[in-house]
């Protein structure tokens, strides 16, 4: 049997319920994906239960297949997963609600979220991973010099609501920043919500700054984690993770691989790879890059990239890249406005970035030539 995405394993295996074929990782992945899904107007966030085939239904009154395929960013096609999923056994009759899809600007919080309840007696609570908002990726890039961001904690105050609203064994799980969001969650809920959790899914997802680890919540938490991420992730490979780590196969290459919809699916699991050369060399690359800058200059970087991103007057990074002249222009006037230790500081971590990679990717390709 040849190897192939979620969309194929729901194809072959949606008629096949969960007390023949019991909640697998693959099972995980769909459900963190449809979170990509904008439930505004099907699914309400004050716990209503929608059923799946009304969901399914409803979302494709207000948007056409037109429009779903008229998009350009990886996560477009997620909702197309509802046809299969609405009319096989196996997730025909989930109920969804729940919904929230919250963007603080000036709290730099983006938290997206969404409940599926599953025909197997179970909830699976879904973090969005990061949308196309500045808001969104600054958020992401917080999370390397401060342990709580505002999004990381309004999705431990969902996960208790939730948990207080929903008296079922509980799955968290997200793909990317959601997935940082799911583990984060599950280790500082309510400690009798956080019993009632089988298992948490970062798919692909940032890891935590030490202090996270050694909090006693993460501690109870971690032997029911996995981390699953592609050979040459990048974004799952960032800051720590204590817990088990799965490896998958991607049809795709380098930074792709971040695509979940890439990621190979056999029957009901997902294909086992190796980590590639270049995955090590990533991973060698990111540590010495980080282990160079301390908290302060981390946060400097990351103010220093989005003045310039704000200076652009866009909400969002397709608006920036839809308007690539204008917006580099914004940025560049913006730079020359800094001051002459910003600029310096901006241009020395930077290429503090590049030369870590020239570094390394000497050493690494003389391992190359020589295991070869």
Known sequence: MDSGTIFDY??????????????????????AELSYTDFAG????????VPL???????????????????????ARVPLLMQEMAA????????????????????????????FLLPDGTAYVAFRGTDNTVVGWREDMDLSYTSRTEGQM???????EVGRRIDRPLRVGGHSKGGNFAAFAASLCDENIQERILKVYSNDGPGF???????????????????????TSVIGKLLHHDCKVHIVESSANGLVQHDALTWQVIRNHFVTAEISRLGNYIDVVLDDWTAKLDDETRKSLVESI??????????????MSGQKLKSFEAMLSTIRRLPKDKQVQLLSMVKELVLSGADNLGAFTKKLFAAD
């Open 10 to 31: 729901l194809t072959w295996r949606a008629d096949i319920p969960f007390t023949t074929d019991p909640f697998n990782e693959v099972d995980n992945l769909v459900l």
């Open 42 to 49: 099907v699914v309400p966030a004050d716990g209503t239960e």
């Open 53 to 75: 085939q009304e969901a399914y239904k409803n979302f494709f009154r207000m948007h056409t297949l037109e429009e779903i395929l008229s998009k350009t960013t990886y996560t």
């Open 88 to 115: 096989g056994a196996r997730f025909g009759t989930t109920r969804v609600s729940g919904y929230i899809n919250e963007v603080d600007k000036e709290k730099e919080a983006q938290v997206s979220a969404v409940t």
């Open 154 to 160: 309004r999705a431990v105050e969902y996960l208790n």
């Open 209 to 231: 700054r030490e202090d996270i680890l050694q909090e006693e919540g993460y501690q109870r938490i971690v032997p029911r984690m996995i981390s699953i991420i592609p050979d």
């Open 306 to 319: 989005f003045t310039l991103f704000d200076a652009t007057g866009k909400d969002t990074i397709a608006e």
